[in-house]
């Protein structure tokens, strides 16, 4: 069964960094593309990255574009997401899914975490 589990949430403060990781059976990242998503309350579920199942095509939202960085590593099991310069617009629970192949969309996701929480205080 595919199942994604994320960690590396927390507090942070403005400026500071963060390294989210997604964990999976070999299955899951060798031939799944996998998806960052993050929801904030009251806000609908929205894309951050992406990352190919060959891991050498990646998305990104424009609102995280040149802060954040999707890399993965098959033999380790995991993908990583790397937020750098965050602000305090960037906290939300981060959610990261898998899919056949690469999508920028919600809705094309069929496998999800349970998400892990990110602070950013000002």
């Known amino acids: 069964q595919v199942q994604p589990v994320e960690s590396g949430g927390g507090l942070v403060q403005a400026g500071g960094s963060l390294r989210l990781s997604c964990a999976g059976s070999?299955?899951?990242?060798?031939?799944?593309?996998v998806g960052w998503f993050r929801q904030a309350p009251g806000k609908e579920r929205e894309f951050v990255a992406a990352?190919?199942?060959?891991?050498?095509?990646?998305y990104y939202a424009d609102s995280v574009k040149g802060r954040f960085t999707i890399s993965g590593d098959n033999a380790k099991k995991t993908v990583f997401l790397q937020m750098n310069s965050l602000k305090p617009e960037d906290t939300a629970v981060y959610y990261c899914?898998?899919?056949?192949?690469?999508?920028?969309?919600?809705?094309?996701?069929?496998?999800w975490g349970q998400g892990t929480q990110v602070t950013v205080s000002s």
């Open positions: 899914a898998a899919r056949t192949g690469i999508s920028r969309s919600t809705s094309d996701y069929r496998y």
């Open positions: 070999a299955r899951t990242l060798s031939t799944y593309a």
């Open positions: 990352i190919s199942w060959s891991k050498d095509i990646t």
